[in-house]
């Protein structure tokens, strides 16, 4: 791994806010041996980790701009949508909602929860099927010049910096832990968390290979995010980063089990149960528990070999969506 450019790097982030953004790992019990958790979900208890990571550089972004009012766009339950309204309601930075749905979605969960830092009147509803219109709807409503449109996921360049905090806290880790991991798994759901890893590992020649989850993408659609987000950080360290160099640290993967994005199955919900009673923390069904049960799955199939980490992106308040299938059985 290059020093040299892993201080380049810093560097460039320095202006970032001034949440926590370091977390520890430690040693997995009911998973082959060498295997640990990064607990990305002890950096917030309302927003999940993953995401405070790209607010680190998204928020100073919009103070910068004099932004006064943000669209956000995502579904109902999305944990983007209920994360970022946090920081921007601080920042006193109006929220505006673009939600998928018709107004029905059952108050229950993440929207229950959004709900109470969101009026009705600044939650605008877009149909299903307009959703691929959501974005020109979205620049319609606009009027102002210091009013913003948020993406789904917050997928945007300005949240890249923020999102490669992960992988040098990663290398942090393997600092303190004085070993270094070969694989670790992440789950995709805009893709950016794992674009930002598999991008600073290639820049920075770091021999670990990046097992991806895809619960939103098709591979074809992730391949493209990440070639428009290679520009990116290329632009950010003022270097060219080479594909060959990107192409040969991550592997691919799709679920086995509960595949569309969203959907719960009876094994999704005894994984949180079995995760919990093992390990010791909560997981939600609709990114965490699919990583852990997949990331076990592959750990043992392609046999892999030294240190793998599993990254607990967060994201366990959508439990309070689950909570009568969680009894249930
Ligand atoms: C948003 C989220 C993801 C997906 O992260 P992306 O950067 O959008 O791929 C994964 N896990 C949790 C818990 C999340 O909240």
Redesign the pocket.
Known sequence: MSLSKLSHLKQKLASLADYNHYSRVHPLKSFPTNCFVKRDDELGFGI?G??LRKYLSLIPFLENCKIQEAVLIGGAYS??VLGLTQLLIERSIKPTLFLLGNGTSKKIGNYLLTSLFVPSSSIHWVARENWSQVEILATKYITQKDTIIIPE?ALISEALPGAITLPLDVIRNEENLGSSFNHIFI????????IATILTFAWLEKETCVHVLLLADEQATFISKLKIFQKHFEQLVSQNLAWKHIEMRFQLHVPTTAKSFGSVNKTILHEIKHIAKTEGFLT?PI??AKLFMEARKIIKKQRLKGNSLIVH???SLTLMGFQSQLTDF
């Open positions: 999940s993953s995401k944990n983007n996921g789950e995709a759901g805009s893709g950016l968390t794992a939600d990114y965490s992106s967060g994201g």
